[in-house]
């Protein structure tokens, strides 16, 4: 199901035509494929966050939107992100060969911030700025939320420690690894 919701979320991004969505429905669209690229270490995850980050700045329409968008980005993204290890990183390799090919890679990121959709469309940037600047291809990410998930989880077992139900999550937590 979860393979399904990918394709169909990769198909439909960066066509409006096909399907009509705000800036933030797109955003979080954009975020979901976003982590789920990073969760399973797609070979063009660093290439897709620039584009996808170079859409976010350049279609929105003022500094709040873009922050709004920006929100929904990195909320979908780390949604995504933490389904598929709660998962095992299961249909990685499927989602891999969809993530690389995806139409997005098909859009040309200009200096200044304009793009060149797939289908020929010029978007243009509410000012210039350099597109390198969004996204540090250097930096970590898998490890800040991997970090930031473990940190959940063991605020959550000590929280249910106080509650007396951490044996019911030790439990469960042993039914799912089988």
Do not use: W
Not at 28 to 39: N, R
Not at 96 to 105: D, P, S
């Amino acid at each position: 199901m979860k393979i399904k919701s990918f394709i169909i979320v990769a198909a439909l991004l960066i066509s409006p035509e096909v399907y009509a969505t705000t800036y933030i429905e797109e955003m979080k669209g954009l975020g979901y494929v976003s982590g789920e690229g990073l969760a399973c270490q797609a070979k063009r995850y660093p290439s897709y966050e620039l584009i996808a980050r170079a859409y976010m700045v350049t279609k929105a329409k003022s500094d709040k939107e873009q922050a709004d968008g920006m929100y929904a980005y990195n909320e979908a993204k780390l949604n995504a992100y933490l389904e598929r290890r709660q998962d095992d990183y299961i249909d990685c390799m499927a989602i891999n060969k969809i993530f690389n090919h995806q139409k997005i890679f098909q859009s040309k990121l200009y200096k200044n911030g304009t793009i060149k959709t797939p289908d020929g469309k010029i978007l243009k940037p509410r000012q210039k700025y350099n597109p390198e600047l969004l996204y540090n291809r250097q930096e970590d990410e898998r490890s800040k939320i991997d970090s930031y998930y473990t940190k959940a989880m063991n605020k959550r077992k000590e929280n249910a420690q106080k509650q007396g139900i951490y044996r019911k999550i030790q439990q469960q937590e042993m039914k799912n690894r089988h």
